[in-house]
């Protein structure tokens, strides 16, 4: 069978086995699976009836070396997976958060990111102290309520990646780990996973030269030019569902696009094409507003923060809500939620939403 086509026929698994065993695994690996079969086991000794999710977060990159100078990288900073982490320990899940070395974390993100520096937060005392600043302190006390909640309930597990190879290897073991979970698994794919790779074989051992000023370089600009051949990354979701993931788990992915058009239909195909429970599709210059839920029954269901809620973000187009919408369902969910910051943050929709869900898929199996 060849390679996935165009016309959204899946990849072989063969295809997905090749691609494993002609790749080495990251050297981090077995510390983690260590760390994930005490983590899951803690939890089925002590709270054995205790839900479980995987939350994949940020973007992968791809070197272009062995000796990474160069990668090809995406925009994702994990605030998607990061809120969604939180959101999830407030509704009594375990977390496994496997993120992208420096993306958003849970609770820290409310205080790391370059527009809002912890350091605004803090001041130093008469005394030479430094202290959270007044104005600052309910909201503080909260997240740090949570978080350590999180942290002495042994609630988080915190599992980091860098490279496309890295999440791959990692999700595959980490999926197959979580099978004596049952249909107490969910996973929560929100990862922005690259499309595209260099096989180890084809890559450059050290750092490629620009070449400027070699002999070989001819009139301006000339040997320049830098050519990369990529290969597909292997779709390995359908083998997630086929072969990895526990039996009776639910599995939720995401699509991202970027022409409204496309949206909804693009969200089916995944779906078609993957077989998972639940598709989230979002609008680039929307999502922090608004998402659909693309079921196989043929759901499509819209989670709109109401207006007068919705944070401030200058990537958002108001004038695109809504404009994604092809069956113009009648009554699109309109929620309040609840958030630590100003705004609410669509993921205090969307996670109640997927633990109702998750709670009927288990009903309807017992």
Known sequence: MPPE?????AAPVCQVDDYFHNTPPPKTLASHQALVREFI?????????????LVTSGGTNVPLENQTVRFIDNFS????GATSAEYFLQQGYAVIFLHRRFSLLPYSRHYSH???CFLDFMNESDDGRV?????????MRKVLQQYHHAKDNRLLLVLPFTTVTEYLFELRSLTVMMQPLGNRALFYLAAAVSDF???????EEHKIQSREGHAGDQGSGAGRQLVINLDPVPKVLSTLVQSWAPRGSMIVSFKLETDPSLLVSKAEQALKRYHHDLVIGNLLMTRKWEVVFVTPDGGERW?????????????GVE????????????????????????GVEIESLIVPELVLMHTKRMEQQS
């Open 303 to 315: 989670i709109r923060v109401p207006k007068s809620r919705r944070s401030k973000s200058i990537s």
């Open 77 to 80: 900073a994990g605030t998607r």
């Open 319 to 342: 004038e695109l809500v809504g404009k994604a919408e092809r069956k113009h369902d009648p009554e699109p969910v309109d929620l309040e939620g609840g958030t630590m910051m100003d």
């Open 5 to 9: 086509p165009s016309n959204g026929v």
């Open 114 to 116: 370059s527009t809002n």
């Open 197 to 203: 790779f260099i096989p180890r074989d084809r890559m």
């Open 131 to 139: 202290v959270v600043r007044t104005e600052y302190q309910d909201e």
């Open 41 to 53: 086991q803690y939890h089925l000794e002590n709270s054995p009836s205790r839900r479980i999710v």
